[in-house]
């Protein structure tokens, strides 16, 4: 079946470290690919997306790139800051229009 | 931001006591969606629309139903709350031309006791 799987926080760093969050995934075809984040008290927002494999997606600093033959689309910083604490989710939308979300990492920047 | 509403965005009711939540939008979108989100499991889709009348179930939908009898409308209905639907619930909405990029409301903690 369709499942997204990441890797569990949380992750503490220090600012301007570098961010790594790992994301896996399983589905026939060739799922769009999203990255939401979640700061606290709020709702999700989109971050990041790729459509198609070997595209990259980026914003605010951070990276994705669909890989096909790994089924990944790690999340990437060079340089954290404490406003980067969050929870950040993995997903796909394979079949239908329904997206399937990971199970979110929690970060937590310190100063 | 996607004009996108949720009321109320806080509740504690009691165990067996039906309770409905809102969500409303003002952009026009076809598809919406609610999900609940709780530690250690992301978040699960309870239910969806695709339309005006138009629902479907999500992974989680024991003890939950929806209607939508408006575009901009979508409410998720409790028959009878219990305490395993504590949780903090999110509307989303999304259309297929965005290549189903989904924007979501702000939440509602919802607290049975």
């Known amino acids: 079946g369709n499942s997204v799987t990441q890797m569990e926080g949380p992750v503490t760093l220090s600012e301007e470290a570098f961010l790594t969050i790992n994301c896996t995934y399983t589905?026939?075809?060739?799922?769009?690919l999203f990255w939401y984040v979640q700061y606290p008290g709020e709702g999700l927002q989109l971050l990041l997306k790729?459509?198609?494999?070997?595209d990259k997606g980026s914003n605010k600093g951070f990276e994705a790139t669909y890989r096909k033959e790994t089924t990944s689309f790690h999340l990437e910083k060079g340089s954290v800051q404490v406003s980067d604490s969050a929870v950040y989710f993995c997903?796909?939308?394979?079949?239908?229009?329904?997206?399937?979300f990971g199970g979110g990492t929690r970060v937590l920047v310190k100063p | 931001d996607a004009g996108i509403t949720q009321s109320p965005r806080h509740k504690v009711t009691e165990t067996g006591t039906p309770v409905t939540l809102r969500c409303h939008q003002t952009?026009?979108?076809?598809?919406m969606y609610w999900y609940r989100q709780d530690p250690g499991h992301g978040l699960r889709l309870i239910h969806y629309?695709?339309?005006?009348?138009?629902?479907d179930k999500g992974e989680v939908s024991d003890g939950y139903s929806v209607s939508r009898s408006k575009t901009e409308d979508f409410l998720l209905t409790l028959e009878s709350a219990t305490s395993s639907q504590t949780s903090v619930y999110f509307c989303?909405?999304?259309?297929?031309?965005?290549?189903?990029?989904?924007?979501f409301g702000p939440g509602t903690r919802l607290t049975v006791l």
């Open positions: 997903a796909h939308k394979a079949a239908g229009n329904k997206l399937t």
């Open positions: 589905a026939t075809g060739y799922p769009s």
């Open positions: 790729a459509t198609k494999a070997d």
């Open positions: 952009e026009n979108h076809r598809y």
């Open positions: 629309s695709y339309g005006v009348k138009d629902t």
């Open positions: 989303a909405i999304g259309d297929v031309s965005s290549y189903n990029e989904q924007f």
